[in-house]
């Protein structure tokens, strides 16, 4: 299972980069593979203030439809247009080209509930 150690992760597995006060979100390889073949991806929370934890938007497999949650509070600021033609790259590149939001991380937000990878495999088994 590939887990890149300079991700963090959440129990919902979501992954987030940091990088200054902008995350970019996306679904783990584990996530991805548990839910099979990826049809579509919604997102209608952008340019919208929310808490960590909160459902940002859903994504839709051959099989099941499964919430999105935001790994920290922030600002959605950004949706991967590319996955309106080609959802299915959450499922090739998962941790690339296969990102889902952009956000504006809210200030003084509390990165201390994310995992790391290693956190994150003993989740997962």
């Known amino acids: 299972m ?8 959440t129990k919902d597995h979501e992954w987030i ?7 970019t979100v996306g679904i783990t390889d584990f996530a991805q593979s548990e839910l099979g073949d990826i049809v579509y991806i919604d997102v209608d929370t952008l340019d919208e203030e929310l808490s960590a934890n909160e459902v940002f938007g859903s994504v839709e497999a051959v099989k099941t439809v499964s919430d999105l949650f935001l790994p920290v509070s922030g600002k959605v600021i950004e949706v991967n247009e590319a ?8 499922n090739s590149d998962p941790y690339g080209k296969g990102w889902i939001i ?12 994310l995992l790391s990878a ?4 003993e989740v997962i088994g």
Not at 17 to 23: R, S
Not at 118 to 121: A, I, N, S, W
């Open 83 to 90: 996955l309106e033609d080609e959802p299915e790259l959450v």
């Open 102 to 113: 952009k956000l504006e991380v809210a200030e003084g937000t509390d990165l201390s509930q």
């Open 2 to 9: 590939n887990t890149p150690s300079e991700l963090k992760y």
């Open 118 to 121: 290693e956190q994150y495999l």
């Open 17 to 23: 980069k940091i990088e200054g006060n902008v995350a």
